[in-house]
């Protein structure tokens, strides 16, 4: 079981442009949740799926920031027009369905020139 | 919605003795509290639980004390060793409306010897 995988580890883009993260969740888990890492703002939910479904984005950023899940084996964030103010650690994490324990992802590191 | 806070950002103590990181919640529909650990370079991984029908729970060195009228709960660590050395997230989670698990900002915890 290689965990959750996240694709690429570290991502530096300029201003303006467009960011696509990748995650693959661990193999029979049923939900995928994306959170954001900060220095200041700690671990901020952004977006979760369950069974390839969005249950909340409620975390999301309503401008630039998309999230999908189009197969049980891989979920993407997408950021368009990038700010440096979203320079931040992005975890992914599965859980199996009905558990509640987050299996998280070792982050994409995004940096914003 | 709900919101987690981490009252200690950082916590220093000497190597066999106890640690105590105190968090509140504001949500009353909140029934399970986990707690994760994130070592250096590494990501977050699950370490202790605890849910709203008991008001104490302990695995080896770890306790995890609940106090639903206050909203407050606690992670004590005893006989602290360097391999503690971590940043600890709390977080809060409700059963209803399908939401996600809500983190604190993390405390930093440092054992030096």
């Known amino acids: 079981n290689a965990g959750v995988i996240q694709t690429p580890r570290h991502k530096v883009t300029g201003k303006g442009q467009e960011a696509t993260l990748w995650c693959e969740p661990i193999s029979g888990h049923s939900a995928v949740f994306w959170y954001r890492q900060t220095i200041v703002q700690g671990l901020e939910f952004l977006t979760y799926f369950r069974n390839q479904a969005p249950i909340d984005d409620s975390g999301m950023p309503k401008e630039r920031f998309s999230a999908q899940m189009p197969n049980q084996s891989h979920s993407t964030l997408k950021i368009q027009s990038t700010q440096p103010q979203d320079s931040a650690v992005y975890l992914c994490a599965s859980s199996l369905e009905g558990r509640n324990t987050l299996y998280f992802g070792a982050g994409t590191r995004l940096s914003v020139l | 919605g709900e919101k987690v806070e981490q009252h200690e950002s950082t916590l220093s103590v000497r190597e066999g003795d106890s640690a105590v990181i105190n968090c509140t919640y504001t949500?009353?529909?909140?029934?399970?509290f986990p707690w994760y650990k994130q070592e250096a370079g590494k990501s977050l991984h699950f370490v202790i639980d605890i849910r709203s029908n008991v008001d104490r729970k302990q695995s080896q060195r770890l306790t995890v004390l609940l106090d639903k009228k206050a909203k407050r709960f606690s992670l004590h660590i005893t006989a602290t060793q360097p391999e503690d050395s971590a940043i600890y997230f709390c977080a809060a989670f409700t059963y209803q409306g399908g939401r996600a698990l809500i983190f604190g900002t993390g405390t930093t915890v440092s054992v030096s010897p």
């Open positions: 949500d009353t529909a909140s029934s399970y």
